[in-house]
């Protein structure tokens, strides 16, 4: 007898499906294996790691002003939270951008991200109002843009950072074309 809450191992019969799948895989698992998931470019790794060095750098250079004025020793500790905090999110911005992609499926485009809590966006082409494409000043310098899907809910709107601006285009004219083709049928 197994102990309380745990389960016992599978036995199936051989030539049988098995019962269960792999550990840690199950209903829930939100990046469905039969995608072809295409991933972003990891250059948004540098420009989102430019933003946060300009925030940190803000940041230490209040409290450094604070600390040099004032001599209390909370702003040395304040300095030291921003630098630990600052490496954290530079670790997480890595990983996060590497958990970003997309796919093109018949029907509808699935984005994916997020790594504590991770995000399946499932768009319907049918739903989709508008694409937009965007660039700000650092993704330009890095030579990228943003494809940015709306529908009529808020909620569902769904974005796909760090393509080359080809690759943006192409998604933002086939999303479009499919959009317009699954709209006629409604």
Do not use: K
């Amino acid at each position: 007898m197994p102990a309380p809450g745990l389960l016992p191992p599978a036995t199936d019969a051989p030539g049988s499906l098995p019962t269960r799948g792999p550990v840690g895989r199950g209903p829930l698992e939100p990046w469905p294996d039969t995608v072809n998931w295409q991933p972003i470019c990891t250059d948004l790794i540098w420009v989102e790691l430019i933003r946060l060095a300009v925030v940190v750098a803000v940041g230490l250079a209040v409290t450094a002003v604070g600390w040099a004025l004032s001599g209390h020793w909370l702003f040395g500790l304040a300095v030291a939270v921003v630098v630990l905090l600052g490496g954290w999110r530079a670790i997480a911005i890595v990983r996060a951008v590497r958990a970003w992609g997309y796919a093109e499926r018949e029907n509808d485009l699935l984005v994916r991200h997020g790594l504590l809590v991770r995000r399946l966006s499932i768009v319907p082409y049918s739903r989709m109002q508008f694409v937009d494409v965007s660039a700000g000043p650092l993704e330009r310098a890095f030579d990228l843009a943003t494809v940015q899907l709306h529908t009529a809910a808020a909620a569902s709107d769904a974005r796909v950072p760090g393509l080359r601006p080809a690759e943006a285009s192409r998604l933002r004219d086939r999303l479009t074309a499919l959009g317009e083709d699954r709209a006629e049928g409604l």
